[in-house]
């Protein structure tokens, strides 16, 4: 167990709809970053926040917005959803910034788009 | 952006025997993050590599990092069916890490 929960587990929606996934990081953590993992594509880095401010975007969609709130934990908002949106999206979170340092990463959400 | 390739893609083999997978780079790796995935988990940190030519072992896994730092190995002795998973390389890039598509490792009794 990493300390880092994510819900739901699973999600199936359809084209179209909205999702929002949720992170709870470790407990102390203040760095949060979601990664999509897709078969073709790999685990990709999508956005960090770290305590509440966005720290850096990666291969992150227009359609695809996060935040971290207060207490830290964050949410990965998906919209306009498409069938190329299907994909295990992981949150990770570590004690700092750097990407030196260890991420621990959470269960992950299987998102399926019909 | 650096771009690591992770060889062989799927290696299936029997309880007993060794292995090894690799990760290459065209550019140097300030260090190197070595992950395994299991099937419905995340990734899960095995060992990190900073320094040209260090060897870290971790049990019946041996990490090598190369001289140049533009490749690392993960060669496991002895296989055993909970070594059953993906294995990532992945390298820091500003705040994030960037990882490569992993092998595959199955590993049957």
């Known amino acids: 167990d990493s300390g880092v929960t994510q819900t739901p587990k699973h999600l199936i929606t359809a084209t179209g709809q909205r999702v929002t996934l949720r992170c709870s990081p470790r407990?102390?953590?203040?760095?949060v970053y979601w990664y999509q993992q897709s078969l073709d594509q790999g685990l990709q880095f999508l956005i960090h926040?770290?305590?509440?401010?966005?720290?850096a975007k990666g291969n992150i969609l227009e359609r695809f917005s996060a935040q971290q709130f207060p207490d830290l934990h964050s949410e990965l908002n998906l919209s306009s959803l498409e069938l190329g949106d299907s994909a295990l999206y992981f949150c990770?979170?570590?004690?700092?910034?750097?990407?030196?340092?260890?991420?621990?990463f959470g269960p992950g959400t299987r998102l399926t788009v019909t | 952006t650096q771009l690591l390739e992770q060889s062989p893609q799927f290696l299936s083999i029997q309880e007993g025997e060794n292995l090894t997978v690799y990760c290459n780079s065209s550019s140097v790796f300030s260090s190197l993050q070595w992950y395994r995935q299991e099937p419905g988990e995340g990734p899960v940190l095995l060992v990190t590599?900073?320094?040209?030519?260090e060897v870290k072992k971790l049990k019946r896994l041996t990490f090598q990092f190369g001289d140049a730092r533009k490749d690392s190995s993960l060669h496991i002795t002895a296989a055993q069916p909970g070594d059953t998973g993906l294995y990532l390389c992945?390298?820091?890039?500003?705040?994030?890490?960037?990882f490569g598509k992993g092998t595959t490792l199955s590993v049957s009794s």
């Open positions: 926040y770290y305590n509440g401010e966005e720290r």
């Open positions: 990770a979170s570590s004690p700092a910034t750097s990407g030196r340092w260890e991420q621990y």
């Open positions: 992945a390298t820091p890039s500003g705040t994030a890490l960037i």
């Open positions: 407990s102390g953590d203040l760095s």
């Open positions: 590599v900073v320094t040209g030519g």
